[in-house]
């Protein structure tokens, strides 16, 4: 991470957090950043704020020593976000034995203007307002009307939902971040197409939401809100590149590459569920054939556990199958190794393909636990040949709407707060 000096571009200097900043040193890879006078403001600000993401609380002065810049410097990029109650200097932590001055801490402050995060899926919206450090101060969540129904009384819950948790915010939050379970068109705005409640097709959510509330809004894919939601707020702080993957009813997933979200030309790009795994296979909701979601939704977990003559099939989800699993419920194990192995497949495509070595696994696989995630693990492994010095590495993340509502509303913080994201 570069801070750039007032005095041009050739003063840039490099942050160093844990883990990239000493291997990109070594690898000899270019520091320096060529921007004109008027965006190193916002820029040194970004990459500060950043930091902070990156590092937690984080004094001037370690500031300045990870950029290698003075406090002089650092104080110049941080007093206007202290002014504006962005940030806040937290109470002195004793100096070292042999003097200098007390640290105190820079971190977000409780009084800083929050964020709205809202999740629309096909069946739900669940708003939140957090603070700028993820925790959610109010949150509401209600059932949408029938997805193929008049689209009116759906846009009226959203608007009643949204409204009703914005009316507990203790500011005007800075925005309103929304995470779509459908493709979206992120230029304009508006929704593409859900292809489970197809009467919210080519709707203009964004302008909607903010002609109503008086705020921008940001809206994305809904694994892309997940990945927000990882890279601010939970395992992607401070790591350089990563892929997160969502299961449940629908299949999708995002990256995350040399500090960017990857989104494709108008947000195009992540439409993982709709890879195709199997030429001319089974027939997909979206009118093809062998895309993975066909074989690695909920939807093929509860016919297949029809087909096992597991007990109650049409309540299944991973943490059920790995309990039976774990009981010996005959079929169950066989079960859990062919759904592991078809989420492995796409993953395993993933990283044949960019290699993003780490992988945050959210919702349904996530209540499988240790058993299903090893179980995915080992068939990537499997399907990916071994290059020296390259591991995959495979963390759970959340199984419920947590991480990608925070990650809606840190859809603000990219946009408002200029972070490169
Ligand atoms: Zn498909």
């Known amino acids: 991470m570069n801070i750039i000096n007032d005095d041009g571009p050739n003063g840039a200097h490099a942050f160093t957090p844990p883990g990239d900043g000493a291997a990109a040193e070594r690898a000899g890879r270019p520091r320096q950043t060529l921007l004109s006078s008027s965006m190193v403001g916002s820029t040194n600000r970004g990459r500060v704020l950043q930091a902070l993401f990156d590092l937690g609380p984080t004094s001037r002065a370690e500031l300045a020593r990870l950029a290698g810049v003075n406090r002089t ?15 806040v200097e937290s109470d002195p932590i004793p100096a070292n034995p042999g003097g200098g001055k007390p640290a105190r801490p820079l971190w977000f402050s409780p009084k800083a203007r929050p964020i709205c995060g809202v999740l629309l899926m096909p069946d739900a919206v669940h708003a939140c307002v957090s603070t700028l450090d993820g925790k959610i101060e109010a949150e509401r969540k209600m059932p949408l009307p029938d997805g193929n129904g008049p689209m009116q009384p759906i846009i009226e819950t959203i608007a009643e939902c949204v409204g009703s948790t914005l009316a507990k915010a203790r500011r005007t939050p800075f925005g309103i971040g929304v995470g779509v379970g459908g493709m979206v068109d992120t230029d304009r705005g508006s929704i593409v197409t859900v292809n489970l409640a197809p009467s919210l097709d080519r709707y203009p959510l964004a302008d909607d939401l903010g002609r109503r509330f008086g705020l921008p809004v940001k809206l994305d894919h809904h694994p892309r809100a997940l990945l927000v939601g ?22 999708g997933g995002a990256f995350y590459f040399d500090g960017h979200l990857y989104r494709g030309t108008a947000g195009a790009g992540g439409e993982l569920g709709h890879t195709f795994v199997q030429l001319d296979g089974e027939l997909c909701r979206c009118g093809r054939r062998g895309c993975w979601d066909t074989i690695a939704t909920l939807s093929w977990l509860r016919r297949e556990a029809a087909a096992a003559g597991l007990p109650e099939p049409e309540l299944i989800d991973s943490g059920r199958l790995a309990d039976m699993a774990a009981g010996q419920e005959p079929g169950a194990e066989k079960l859990l190794d062919r759904y592991a192995r078809n989420v492995a497949v796409g993953i395993a495509n993933l990283q044949q393909t960019v290699a993003p070595n780490i992988f945050i696994l959210h919702g349904d696989v996530v209540l499988g636990g240790e058993r299903l ?6 068939h990537v492994r499997a399907m990916v040949p071994p290059r020296p010095g390259s591991t995959i590495e495979f963390i759970a ?17 990219s946009e408002l707060l200029q972070l490169p994201i």
Do not use: C, H
Not at 73 to 87: A, E, K, M
Not at 231 to 247: N, P, S
């Open 73 to 87: 410097t650092i104080s110049g990029i941080v007093q206007p976000l202290i002014d504006d109650q962005v940030l």
């Open 230 to 251: 990882d890279r601010w707020f939970g395992a992607g702080r401070g790591v350089k590149q990563f892929a997160v993957v969502y299961t449940g009813e629908v299949l």
């Open 397 to 413: 993340g959340d199984a419920g709407d947590g991480a990608a509502l925070l990650g809606a509303a840190g859809l603000v913080i």
């Open 373 to 378: 995630l090893d179980a995915i693990a080992g």
